[in-house]
Structures are given as C-alpha cells and as structure tokens.
Nanobody
Framework: VQLQASGGGLVQAGGSLTLSCAVSVRTDSTYGMGWFRQAPGKEREFVATINWRGETTLYTDPVKGRFLISRDNAKKTVYLQMNSLKPEDTAVYYC?????????????????WGQGTLVTVSS
C-alpha cells in the first residue's frame, strides 16, 4: 500500500483548502482511511476518519463543522476539505490507511502513512 498526499499550501485565516490522498492498493480491499496532523513542536493528532463506503465518519472536536472527509473509491482517493481555517490548523497533514474502518483515532491503529503535506494558515 502506498499513499500520496497533496494539496497543502499557504492560506489566510478563514480560507479553504482541500487535501487529497491517492491510495495504491489492491482493488478488492475495503479499507478505512484517516487524516492526522502534526503541528510544530506537538505530537501527531487525529483529525478525521472514514469507512469504505463513506457513510461513517468521525472528527476531532476542533474541526467539527469546518472539515469534511470524503472518498472516491473509483479514483482510490480520499479528500479532506478544510473550511474556515484558523492559524491553529497549521500543521503537516498525513493520510493514513487501515485494512478496515474501526473508528479508532490513535496513530498506532493505522498501518500505512503518506508523506505529509504542509498546511500553513496565516492570521
């Protein structure tokens, strides 16, 4: 399994960005996906997760109502739409793979990771 995250950049507070994560995986795999982030000097933290069908999602409280995780299984791509961005959202964002959705929010529960994409929100 290989993950390639993209879409990061510099944005002003209140702006939006959409991150993408391309997944190279067997076609019969029904995997769960997550997004995590790591701000400078802080530990990596959970952001959102989604199940195979995209019908079940889970978000960390600070992003609820502002971020939306979605996926297109035909394109093997998972998205994180980020709206109303705040300076505290500044971090390297990582996508992560799990063989099946579990609703788990810890890094150890995910098997494969993308390389990360930097999001910087200016005030």
């Amino acid at each position: 399994v290989q993950l390639q995250a993209s879409g990061g950049g510099l944005v002003q507070a209140g702006g939006s960005l959409t991150l993408s994560c391309a997944v190279s995986v067997r076609t019969d795999s029904t995997y769960g996906m997550g997004w995590f982030r790591q701000a400078p000097g802080k530990e990596r933290e959970f952001v959102a997760t989604i199940n195979w069908r995209g019908e079940t999602t889970l978000y960390t409280d600070p992003v609820k109502g502002r971020f939306l995780i979605s996926r297109d299984n035909a394109k093997k791509t998972v998205y994180l739409q980020m709206n109303s961005l705040k300076p505290e959202d500044t971090a390297v964002y990582y996508c992560a793979y799990r063989a099946y959705y579990s609703g788990r929010t810890t890094s150890d529960d995910y098997t494969y990771w993308g390389q990360g994409t930097l999001v910087t929100v200016s005030s």
